[in-house]
Every structure is written in C-alpha cells, then in structure tokens.
C-alpha cells in the first residue's frame, strides 16, 4: 500500500522549480505531504482530499488526480529553506496513512 | 502549546530484549499513530490507536504491540528485539486527520546491538 515517490532525488539551484510525483494503486481518500530536514521529525505541510480542491500556500502548491490517484507538488522559485526529505501520505479510507520512501531536495546557492 | 512528546529520545538495547518506547500526544488530540523510519524505507506504518483501541495495524510482526490509554498517551513494546529493527521511531497525533493532517513528535531513535 505504499505509494511510489519520484524522483528519488533532486539537486536544485536557488530560484529554480521542481516537482515532486506520488501515486498509488488504491483508490485514494486522501494524500498529504510532509517535508522532513535532516535530524527533525516530518512537518505537515498540506492535505488534498478527494473532490477537494488544489492546495497550495506561497510558493508550494499541489494537485490531487483522483481518476489516476496521483498527487504532485510543486516547489516555485525554490528557497534554501526548502531543502528537506519530502513524503507524500496516502489514505485510503481508513483513517491510516501510508507514506512513500521520499524525496531528498537539495536546494544549493 | 506542547508538541508531541517521545521518550526516550535514545536507546541502546542488545537482541533479544524488549524495549517500551512512550508517546504523549498533542492535548485534545485522540489520534495516535505510530511509523518505523529507516534508510531506503521511509516511514513504516505500524500502527494507529484511537479512544484506547487500535483502529488499524501495519505489516509488521506480532513482537511490534501497542496501547493506548484513557489520557490518549500511547506506549509501544518490542519484543525478542533483532538487529533489523534498529531505526527511529515515530509517533504522530492527529486531531482530525483529514483537516490539520499529523503532528509529528521527534521520535525515538532505537539502536539494536
């Protein structure tokens, strides 16, 4: 039930954009997304649900494809704050979230 | 506002063992769940209790258990510790999942000798 992340890895240069892919087999309720940096415990970051709308806040943003249970986030204009491992977390209607393996964003100057 | 409390923060323990680890959650939050965090693997889910009862379970062998209790802290047990389940341990408390998402706490980092 866990979902696929990718890529696995990305190296970006300040002010440049990425996107982040997750997508699943199950039918989806839910996915969330959690940026964790090194040494610190995941940070919630934002949460689509189904027939919900896209989310986004500054400079991330994500959408949810329910008809292909796929999920992206978007990273505009990348900050070296952004730097972290990313999750995504997908429900299934069971009120348990399941999390990809990440992906490690390196933002460098 | 305290976060979501884990403790210990370290722990050394030799196979065979068993080892409690502790997880108070955010106040008011009923939700608890718990993830095995490893290298290569990401976060694993284990378990999630709610009101004291476990709601669901993870792929994870019977040695991994788990409580929770009236005050909504949540303990979790290993048993007959082996090397492979060396890794960090998190515990994240919800308050309505699918509107606010989870609060992680730091986690327990567990290291099998």
């Known amino acids: ?88 977390g997908t429900e299934a209607g069971a009120n348990n979230l399941f999390f990809g393996t990440g992906t490690r964003l390196t933002v460098i100057p | 506002k305290a976060g979501v409390t884990q403790t210990p923060r370290y722990l050394i323990k030799t196979r065979g063992q068993q080892v409690t680890l502790s997880c108070s959650p955010i106040s008011g939050h009923r939700s608890v769940s718990w993830y095995q965090q490893t290298p290569g693997q990401g976060l694993q889910f284990l378990f999630e209790y709610f009101s004291e009862t476990q709601r669901n379970k993870g792929n994870f062998p019977g040695r991994f258990s788990g409580r929770q209790f009236s005050n909504s802290r949540s303990e979790m047990n290993v048993s007959t ?33």
Not at chain 1, 36 to 54: D, N, S, W, Y
Request: proline content about 2%.
């Open chain 1, 1 to 88: 039930q866990q979902p696929v992340q990718s890529p696995q890895a990305v190296i970006l240069r300040e002010g440049e954009d990425a996107v982040i892919n997750c997508s699943s087999s199950k039918a989806l309720y839910s996915v969330h997304w959690y940026r964790q940096k090194h040494g610190e415990a995941p940070v919630f970051l934002m949460i689509l649900l189904k027939g919900g709308e896209q989310k986004g806040h500054e400079k991330i943003s994500a959408s949810f494809n329910e008809k292909k249970q796929q999920s992206s986030l978007y990273l505009t204009a990348s900050q070296l704050s952004y730097s972290g491992t990313y999750f995504c």
């Open chain 2, 81 to 113: 510790l082996e090397l492979g389940d060396s890794a960090l341990y998190l515990c994240a408390s919800s308050l309505a999942a699918r509107e606010y998402g989870y609060t992680f706490g730091s986690g327990t980092r567990l290291t099998v000798v």
